[in-house]
T-cell receptor
């Protein structure tokens, strides 16, 4: 079956602009999580959505936001871009079952460069 | 989630077993041990997980000590394609943090020809 699909794979923006990234989870997966990866901070959790509701949020400013649609597809938005927002943004999906392990499947990521 | 400690880097010869250690001395009874790896510029990939029994799948084996304060990921016959950053993560299964993983710095495993 198809994996987690993220678009676009690469993009370049300038400071002050805003960006929207898209994530299509594995079919049947209802939980979508977003992570930011930078050389200095490593992999950091941004937020998680389940059934169109944000369930968890990491320690990021309000410029970072997201949403999830009824088909489980998710988008994240970063407004007023700063140089430090340059990063690999990763999306992961999971079944979010009540019991047993909850394995995350990650996409290939969207690499954002802010100039 | 409990904190984990891993060596910064390790080397392994191709075809030999790679044994990656992880310390998680503050692990609590309802926390599982997960291993993910990340090959350069790709998303992390799930490898294996366990609670207290040793586990094996097609990719690797996971050995958890009886007191559960440490574990070892074993890649039985390492190949060049196993060169990656390996992350050991402990987390509660279920609850409210399904999609949240706390990644440390991981171990950079380099497999040499």
């Amino acid at each position: 079956k198809a994996g987690v699909t993220q678009t676009p794979r690469y993009l370049i923006k300038t400071r002050g602009q805003q960006v929207t990234l898209s994530c299509s989870p594995i079919s049947g997966h209802r939980s979508v999580s977003w992570y930011q990866q930078t050389p200095g901070q490593g992999l950091q959790f941004l937020f998680e959505y389940f059934s169109e509701t944000q369930r968890n949020k990491g320690n990021f400013p309000g410029r970072f936001s997201g949403r999830q649609f009824s088909n489980s597809r998710s988008e994240m938005n970063v407004s007023t871009l700063e140089l430090g927002d340059s990063a690999l943004y990763l999306c992961a999906s999971s079944l979010r079952g009540r019991t047993g392990a909850n394995v995350l499947t990650f996409g290939a990521g969207s690499r954002l460069t802010v100039l | 989630d409990a904190k984990t400690t891993q060596p910064t880097s390790m080397d392994c010869a191709e075809g030999r077993a790679a044994n990656l250690p992880c310390n998680h001395s503050t692990i609590s009874g309802n926390e599982y041990v997960y291993w993910y790896r990340q090959i350069h510029s790709q998303g992390p990939q799930y490898i294996i997980h366990g609670l207290k029994n040793n586990e094996t799948n097609e990719m690797a084996s996971l050995i958890i000590t009886e007191d559960r304060k440490s574990s070892t990921l074993i890649l039985p016959h390492a190949t060049l394609r196993d060169t990656a950053v390996y992350y050991c993560i402990v987390r509660v299964v279920g609850g409210t943090s399904y999609g949240k993983l706390t990644f440390g710095q991981g171990t950079i495993l380099t497999v040499h020809p």
